[in-house]
């Protein structure tokens, strides 16, 4: 894998132009490509699977080009990095630069390599490195090129193929070569309109597979986006089978097959029963009066004293470490958060299960694809009184009456024993499960308004709020609470807060604090104008359709109910307040309504948001949805003084 930086950024961009491109051959490429300022002329990976030691591996020969079609930010393409590890083997890297000299090119060989650690920040250790290099002189038509080959010694571990990110590409191509006895099934993803022309080609003792394209953009980055596995196009390979003396042997053809390479890694695990963890899990239960108030225990326990540590080295970034070992280290990644939880979930009497699982950044399902890229975690899952429950160690701050938001509606891999295995999903949390409540108490001044708001968060809204609280400073927990209160313009002060948790088990915070807003509503005559929806709620969330490809993520599902309530002055009366409005459809429900007291009037607004993802097919109706719901936002109340 290459990845390409601008500046500081990393990333993989090398070039390829021959000696005989003319002047016309790269115009005709800036017409195609009139924005641009570099491109890949040539994206091209190989993939061999072969037969070694019994068992089929794999290499893949990397062939990237880069051409520079203007100096424009020339200097933000010099730095590269090519990423490999024990399981990807780097074996060869060639990497050399094509300068113009008249009416030739002349060739510089890169050959100051600097190989390191790739650990990232997440990451405490693992075996990846990364092997990095600079392109000095780039400028207009010269060339980058870089070609590399990586083997693979686990053929589970096959990578899928992906246009190239970031940069447009004149030629991609997938290049795919597997012998007579080895079999292999492809999908292709996120390619409604077929621009992958594939061949196939039936040689001496093999099959080649191609999938090529032409003239793809680079992808652009969204708000709100989820992963670009999601939306750009590409192919995933996997071994579904290999002849071993004539005997067909099981590879990856279906779930069953999967859940057996996965289950090898958990054969040996927590064989020792229960000894020095035992008298823990005792001494947490001995109080509780039921299975789920035994599991609550025991996860808050795991959460409150073990620390996560991303920890991944060969063989280990697979296989989770004996829960004793967890215990007494007291860290661990999510692999071993889940042998800890479900050794100590099984102590107390619950039925527990080792769980595999993709967070949602995977578009990829069990019952579709049976390959290891569906999933990047490990949880465990109980089962109390017929209902489920997803345990992730790695959240400190998540609990059991809900699923981390980041594995809503996913499928779970649950390991019942080393046969069995079920395959359940998990829930999406309605959005009546994470609820804001705010009442905001507002007084007119000579100067704008000023007064108090009090709100709850429950919910993943609440769990951000505790999660905050925990690791942020008196001043930056100041800027915070600014963030999550403020309201109605960027004046907005903030003056003294108050946070007060109040139930742990769904996540129910509040925050109060006092503020003042400065020039906010307008006086004309003896009428006072004030628009009580402080808060625009919908403002801004219209999606450009000329631009955006991508879908629109939520987090979660969720429900805000903002009371603005307004102490009329004893000078003035209410002369005229907005007509209620309410909207629903599939993507929102919206509603705003308002009520007159003889000392107060009090604007109500509630947004339920009801979707994970919006698909571009969905975004018309979505903006059709946002603009009749935004169109009463605008609306004042007016005040008039009295005779």
Request: some cysteine; hydrophobic content about 35%; aromatic content about 14%.
């Amino acid at each position: 894998m290459i990845k390409i930086f601008r500046k500081s950024l990393l990333a993989a961009a090398m070039l390829y132009l021959s000696l005989s491109a003319t002047a016309q051959n790269l115009e005709e490429i800036k017409k195609v490509f009139p924005n641009e300022n570099y491109i890949y002329t040539d994206y091209n990976r190989n993939l061999k699977i072969f037969m070694k030691d019994g068992v089929p591996v794999a290499e893949t020969k990397m062939n990237i080009s880069l051409l520079m079609l203007t100096d424009k930010n020339s200097n933000m393409m010099t730095g590269y990095s090519v990423y490999h590890s024990n399981y990807n083997k780097l074996t060869n890297l060639d990497v050399y630069t094509k300068i113009p000299n008249g009416k030739r090119f002349k060739e510089f060989k890169v050959k100051d390599i600097k190989a390191s650690s790739s650990t990232s920040s997440s990451v405490f250790y693992d075996d990846g490195m990364e092997s990095s290099f600079m392109f000095p002189g780039l400028t207009q038509y010269s060339t980058a090129h870089v070609d590399y080959s990586l083997f693979h010694k686990d053929a589970h571990l096959l990578t899928p193929f992906y246009i190239p990110a970031g940069i447009a590409s004149l030629n991609s191509s997938f290049t795919v070569t597997v012998p007579d006895g080895i079999y292999i099934n492809y999908k292709v993803q996120n390619d409604p309109d077929k621009k992958f022309i594939f061949s196939e080609e039936k040689q001496r003792n093999q099959t080649v597979y191609k999938w090529q394209i032409k003239n793809t953009e680079g992808e652009k980055r969204f708000y709100n986006a989820p992963d670009s596995r999601y939306y750009i196009p590409h192919v995933i390979i996997y071994i579904t089978g290999y002849d071993l003396n004539k005997v067909r042997q099981p590879f990856l053809n279906d779930v069953k097959e999967l859940y057996s390479w996965n289950y090898s890694f958990l054969k040996d695990l927590n064989k020792t029963g229960g000894g020095s963890i035992k008298p823990l899990v005792d001494s947490l239960i001995k109080f509780t009066s039921s299975d789920f108030e035994k599991a609550k225990a025991i996860y808050n326990w795991v959460q409150n004293h073990i620390k996560y540590i991303a920890f991944e080295n060969e063989i280990e970034g697979f296989r989770p470490r004996q829960a004793e070992d967890v215990y007494l280290k007291r860290y661990g990644d999510c692999k071993d958060m889940s042998s800890l939880l479900t050794q100590m979930f099984t102590i107390a009497g619950l039925n527990a299960y080792y769980t595999w699982i993709g967070t949602r950044d995977i578009p990829y399902v069990y019952s579709e694809l049976p390959s290891p890229i569906v999933d990047n975690h490990m949880i465990s899952v109980l089962k109390i009184d017929n209902k489920w429950y997803f345990a992730d160690g790695t959240n400190a701050f998540a609990t059991l009456n809900l699923p981390p938001s980041f594995i809503q509606g996913k499928e779970a891999l649950v390991a019942k024993n080393e046969k069995e295995f079920e395959i359940i999903k998990v829930p999406v949390a309605s959005s009546k499960e994470s609820v804001i409540v705010d009442s905001t108490f507002i007084n007119i001044t000579p100067n704008g308004i000023n007064g108090y708001e009090t709100v709850d968060y429950s919910g993943y809204f609440g769990e951000d709020v505790y999660r905050t609280i925990a690791y942020k400073n008196q001043k930056d927990l100041q800027t915070y609470v600014k963030s999550r209160m403020g309201k109605a313009s960027n004046k907005f002060i903030l003056g003294d807060f108050k946070i007060t948790p109040k139930d742990k088990s769904i996540q129910l915070i509040n925050i109060k604090g006092d503020f003042e807003i400065p020039d906010y509503g307008k006086k004309a005559g003896n009428n006072y104008f004030i628009n009580l929806n402080l808060e625009k709620l919908l403002e801004g969330y219209e999606v450009d359709t000329s631009q955006r490809n991508a879908p629109v993520e939520n987090e979660y599902k969720f429900t805000i109910i903002q009371h603005h309530i307004l102490n009329v002055p004893q000078e003035y009366k209410v002369s005229e307040v907005p007509a209620n409005f309410e909207f629903d459809n599939e993507f929102i429900k919206y509603k705003i309504t308002y009520k007159v007291t003889p000392s107060q009037v009090i604007a109500t607004q509630e947004l339920e948001n009801k979707y994970l993802l919006i698909n571009p097919s969905d975004f018309a109706a979505y903006n059709a949805a946002i603009k009749t719901a935004a169109k009463p936002l605008k609306e004042m109340v007016v005040l008039e003084k009295n005779n």
